[in-house]
């Protein structure tokens, strides 16, 4: 059976919420289509030390200021579930959970939305599925050899996990740094830490508050046609929160170079080195997850959209939140997801009174 709504939004996590909110104050008819069982995002998928880099009025979604969380600073991934599971119900959201969408199609002048529990016609679509759910794990010479664990950030959990054991953290950006750190500082697992590069660190004083400043200062840059300013990435690649910065200052996360292969018990460099391990935890990255747009053939370089602010150049009635800078200044952030979300709704409610 085909279900109609104007708007139908792929993705139930904090951009997907941010554009509900603005679709319900614009009065449209819209469903919010979410493959998680239970409200949360990828939030409710973290580790369990997981904390953010920004204070919780700092970490808010339209309309609803985050509430701080009792002893923290930084809430933890497990407030920031709940405070999406309260914004969810708060404003009285059509999320459907467990409901997965495979593909997105053409048909005349409405788009469908093909999931798991049915067909969805819409007059737009809003993409909102980040990346969580579509891990990158760059090939490693050797990898097929070594017969320990092979993991990824979205696999990490805890240092019980790992107790007693070697464990190689690969990875220069914040996941790498912040597991390392997590591992390292419970004292009964062997950490070594592995990067391409010097890890860069950025000043102890700068916290997301002042990374989203910097993200929306450069995209203004470029969007003026002034030169650009280089965003986050010109400050450093790891945000020094109160664990990395411990563990750093106690002499527990120097990094060494990047190893020329894995061996069947652990990994070896090029100079001959040699380092046991027992688990490989790999903190490289994401890509978005956009595979439900193919049918569309919009693709281009690097797997993007081509998009113009958050709307698919090839196809006006599709939209995309959260995805990187590529689709807003730090969408794929909290404080972030708010600003893309109107600027799409809005142009969805122009699109459809048209």
Request: net charge neutral; with cysteine; aromatic share 6%.
């Amino acid at each position: 059976m085909t279900q109609h709504a104007d708007v139908v939004v792929v993705g139930g996590g904090q951009a997907g919420l941010a554009a509900g909110y603005h679709l319900r104050r614009q009065g449209l008819d819209f469903t919010v289509l979410d493959a998680d069982a239970a409200p949360g995002g990828s939030w409710q998928h973290m580790w369990d030390s997981l904390h953010l880099f920004s204070p919780a009025e700092h970490s808010s979604l339209p309309g609803r200021f985050m509430p701080a969380q009792v002893g923290e600073t930084y809430p933890g991934a497990r407030h920031v579930v709940d405070y999406l599971t309260d914004y969810e119900k708060r404003y009285d959201l059509p999320v459907q959970h467990g409901t997965r969408v495979d593909a997105v199609r053409p048909a005349g002048d409405h788009l469908l939305a093909e999931a798991d529990s049915g067909t969805w016609r819409a007059r737009a679509v809003i993409s909102a599925t980040g990346s969580w759910s579509r891990p990158f794990l760059p090939a490693v010479p050797g990898r097929d050899t070594f017969t320990g664990r092979q993991l990824h950030t979205v696999d990490y959990r805890c240092p019980a996990d790992f107790a007693g054991q070697r464990v190689l953290v690969v990875g220069g950006g914040n996941s790498g740094a912040q597991i390392a750190a997590d591992l390292a500082l419970d004292g009964h697992v062997d950490v070594t830490w592995v990067t391409r590069r010097p890890p860069r660190f950025l000043a102890d004083d700068i916290d997301g508050r002042a990374l989203f400043d910097v993200a929306t200062a450069r995209r203004r840059a470029l969007d003026s046609g002034r030169s650009d300013t280089g965003g986050v990435a010109s400050l450093g690649d790891i945000v020094a929160v109160p664990p990395v910065r411990a563990a750093r200052d106690a002499g527990l996360l120097t990094a060494k170079p990047m190893f020329a292969r894995l061996t069947a018990n652990g990994a070896r460099w090029d100079d001959g080195s040699r380092s046991g391990a027992d688990a490989v935890i790999r903190c490289t990255g994401f890509r978005p997850a956009l595979a439900h747009p193919a049918p569309l053939n919009l693709r281009g370089p690097r797997g993007r959209i081509p998009t113009d602010g958050t709307r698919a150049l090839g196809e006006p009635r599709l939209h995309l939140l959260g995805y990187g800078d590529w689709t807003g200044p730090a969408s794929a952030t909290l404080i972030g997801a708010g600003r893309p979300a109107r600027d799409a709704v809005r142009d969805v409610a122009r699109l459809l009174s048209s």
